[in-house]
């Protein structure tokens, strides 16, 4: 099974600075087509995930351009531009590429300072 | 919009069986497949199921592999999981996904077993 580790698996920030949460993989998550199925979820304080970046840096429809992905082959980055009070909560970030099973990673808490 | 909506969870004794459901809207279920992750409580996300938009494959996590049956009714719009011989392990939040980039998702349903 692949395993996924973030970095930091807490993350506190100050309001309007940038934030970045790492994720890695422990093979490489190029699928054959040639795409890198690797997602990131954000879950807020008592509600269901939502995803935010799928195929590492295709945002979802709706989601502020402050989020952005990046990474190729087995390392990945989410990075938030400028924090705001609504982004607190975990990030995960999940592979797609070997499954099943499908992978999630640890968790990164994200929390204002 | 997409509506995903879970139902079906509660209090159950060990070795008990439940059944989950997830009735979904504003997309064409038929040609999505489905997935369904939980969440223990304080813990991350852990996938359990998947199903193809047809039945025609299904896969499962190994810890409900034999206890757990995912399947879908595409004329209902809906997913269900049966949940048997349930363990204080499987204690959590279950929730449906659709697609395979878990596109939405829904607002999960607690499944609790305990003596």
């Known amino acids: 099974d692949v395993v996924m580790t973030q970095s930091p698996l807490s993350l506190p920030v100050t309001l309007g600075q940038p934030a970045s949460i790492s994720c890695r993989s422990s093979q490489s998550l190029v699928y054959s087509d040639g795409n890198t199925y690797l997602n990131w979820f954000q879950q807020r304080p008592g509600q269901s995930p939502r995803r935010l970046i799928y195929?590492?840096?295709n945002r979802d429809s709706g989601v502020p351009d402050r989020f952005s992905g990046s990474g190729s082959g087995t390392d990945f980055t989410l990075k938030i531009s400028r924090v705001e009070a609504e982004d607190v909560g975990v990030y995960y970030c999940m592979q797609g590429t070997h499954w099943p099973p499908f992978t999630f990673g640890p968790g990164t808490k994200v929390d204002i300072k | 919009e997409v509506q995903l909506v879970e139902s079906g969870g509660g209090l159950v004794k060990p070795g008990g069986s439940l059944r989950l459901s997830c009735a979904a809207s504003g997309f064409t279920f038929s040609s999505y497949s489905m997935n369904w992750v939980r969440q223990a409580p304080g813990k991350g996300l852990e996938w359990v199921s998947s199903?193809?938009?047809?039945?025609?494959?299904?896969y499962y996590a190994d810890s409900v592999k034999g206890r757990f049956t995912i399947s879908r009714d595409n004329a209902k719009n809906s997913l269900y999981l049966q949940m048997n011989s349930l363990r204080a392990e499987d204690t959590a939040v279950y929730y449906c996904?659709?697609?395979?980039?878990?596109?939405?998702w829904g607002q999960g349903t607690l499944v609790t077993v305990s003596s």
């Open positions: 199903i193809s938009s047809s039945s025609s494959y299904i």
């Open positions: 996904a659709n697609g395979g980039n878990f596109d939405y």
């Open positions: 195929k590492v840096s």
